[in-house]
Nanobody, 127 residues
């Protein structure tokens, strides 16, 4: 059973940076596509970024392009989301997600392409 545990959220000022981590156990991240989603209070969950196990396919939401970077450390079996130039509109609970083993998904997968989800980590950027 794959488990995902996020960390790294917090309260930061606009323009600051944060790095979210998602540690996986139970499966190699090389064999799945991982993604980051976020959900702000009163809003639907939205896609942020995704990374294929091979590293050949990466996708970003338009709202974070040029500011956020997804990456993985195979040795640590951990996926990261580096968030720079944070804005108040980035305030959300951020969730890490994974597909099942070697699932075929689009380059920019949707939430229903992911099967495993972490518990979320909260990011707050006050206005």
């Amino acid at each position: 059973q794959l488990q995902l545990v996020e960390s790294g959220g917090g309260l930061v000022q606009p323009g600051s940076s944060l790095r979210l981590s998602c540690a996986a156990s139970g499966i190699s991240l090389n064999d799945v596509t991982t993604g980051w989603f976020r959900q702000a209070p009163g809003k639907e969950r939205e896609f942020v970024s995704s990374l294929s196990g091979t590293g050949n396919s990466i996708c970003y939401a338009d709202s974070v392009k040029g500011r956020f970077t997804i990456s993985t450390d195979s040795a640590k079996n951990t996926v990261y989301l580096q968030m720079n130039s944070l804005k108040p509109e980035d305030t959300s609970v951020y969730f890490c997600a994974s597909t099942v083993w070697r699932a075929r998904v689009p380059q920019c997968p949707r939430s229903n392409d992911f099967y495993y989800w972490g518990q979320g980590t909260e990011v707050t950027v006050p206005s």
